[in-house]
């Protein structure tokens, strides 16, 4: 399990909640901060805030290697070739829709097929609808099976010569799949089709090697692995990157304007335009310093054992239902209370100073798959432990008891 000692770098899960210490289960939706972030944007506005890029004065100096050094933190990170192969975005959305508005308008067209799964997040379901609906181009889901994992004959039974995209998730935020990506990517580039993968739920969890996967683009937030809100990433290969147009234009982006054409730095600033989010990818670079002190192999490690412990636990609780597989699957437990609703349950565990997410979680299409309106959801991290599994589940059997009370 992972040192305590870690944990007191959270300066937040110090506090108590309602009168409890705060157990956060919530990291799925956003994960907490450790002191090195919060000191680094803090020292970032304190002594050296300034634009990047643009000036040759000390500040401005100073901001600019910062964040470039951040950006080679990220390519090393998840292993990609070339620094620009690595765009910052606001978080995995921009990065999606950046990849749908400049790839999928351009190079899409009527007849063409977008591969996607019924567990996509909104964020890899919408831009993709709109995007069919702008080129003409039809959407098909693979097939999943009742515990929510996917046949690999059935994938390449989707996937076929009319196939020009993939958009798939790594890891469900709901169900905690963890998706077959290598075999994905390697069905899809068999017939020519490029590969995206929503890696929100991964990357801050495991390692994701870009090359490994062979992935042609992979896109992932900040928040989530301890970074600030609002810095994302997008990887792309490239040899494509060089051959998408920009969807964002003014200044940072521009090599030469005149009154009547412009032309485009080369990348990655070709799709960074205006002023970045620059505290945002220097707290990035350092959350991913923090990270890879610990380990991506322990924290995945952890997160195993800890949701190993939490469905041995959740047994003894009477009319607790689970959704997703039981093996090889992430850090979350997506669940209901039989005759509770979802809200009333994070209701009460808040009560406990239990933080758990409930609603449809941006997966409605997979919620009506479930037959179900909302979940709650709990979700566990490298500074959760086995004490606060014990609480979680202590919360469930008082809500249990006293929605019974009330009911009596």
């Known amino acids: 399990m992972i040192d305590q000692e870690i944990r007191k770098q959270f300066p937040i899960l110090s506090q108590d909640v309602n009168g409890h210490p705060l157990v956060y289960l919530d990291s799925a939706a956003t994960a907490q901060k450790p002191i090195q972030v919060i000191e680094a944007i803090e020292k970032y506005y304190r002594e050296y805030n300034s634009n990047v890029h643009r000036g040759v004065h000390t500040l401005g100096t100073k901001a600019t290697d910062a964040y470039e ?47 996607l799964t019924m567990m996509e997040h909104h964020s890899n379901l919408i831009p993709w609808q709109q995007v069919a ?39 469900s935020n709901v169900l905690g799949t963890i998706n077959p990506i290598k075999d994905v990517v390697q069905i899809a580039h068999a017939i020519g089709a490029h590969v995206l993968v929503d890696g929100a739920q991964s990357v801050p969890h495991m390692k994701v090697d870009v090359q490994d996967l062979d992935c042609d683009f992979l896109a992932f937030s900040g928040h989530k692995l301890g970074a600030p809100t609002g810095i994302g990433v997008l990887y792309g290969k490239k040899e494509i990157l060089e051959k998408m147009e920009a969807v964002e234009f003014g200044g940072e982006m ?155």
């Not at 910052?88 to 063409?112: E, H, P």
């Not at 606060?388 to 202590?394: A, G, I, P, R, S």
Request: hydrophobic letters at 40%; one cysteine or more.
């Open 133 to 171: 609906k702008a080129t003409g181009a039809t959407l098909k889901y693979i097939p999943l099976q009742p515990d929510g994992t996917m046949k690999i004959e059935e994938i390449k039974e989707t996937i076929t010569a009319n196939t020009k995209f993939v958009a798939i998730t790594h890891v």
């Open 254 to 408: 521009i090599e030469f304007v005149d009154l009547y054409d412009s032309t485009w730095k080369e990348l990655p600033w070709k799709f960074e335009g205006g002023t970045p989010i620059i505290a945002g990818a220097i707290g990035l670079g350092v959350a991913i310093d923090f990270l890879q002190s610990i380990g991506l192999d322990q924290i995945e490690k952890h997160e195993h054992e800890l949701i190993t412990y939490a469905i041995e636990r959740v047994q003894n609780v009477g009319g607790f239902s689970m959704y997703g597989p039981i093996e090889n699957r992430s850090g979350l437990i997506t669940f209901n209370l039989e005759g509770i609703h979802p809200h009333d349950v994070a209701t009460v565990l808040d009560t406990e100073g239990i933080a758990v997410r409930a609603g449809h979680h941006c997966a409605q299409p997979l919620m009506n798959w479930l037959n179900v309106s909302a979940t709650a959801r709990a979700s566990f991290y490298l500074y959760n432990t086995k004490e606060e599994v014990d609480l979680w589940v202590k919360g469930l059997i008082k809500t249990k008891e006293y929605f019974g009370n009330v009911f009596a």
């Open 69 to 115: 050094e951040a950006r080679e933190k990220v390519r090393k990170f998840i292993n990609a070739k070339s620094m620009e192969e690595i765009i910052f975005t606001r978080g995995t959305t921009s990065a999606i829709n950046l990849v749908a508005q400049s790839y999928g308008r351009s190079f899409l067209k009527q007849g063409d097929e977008i591969v």
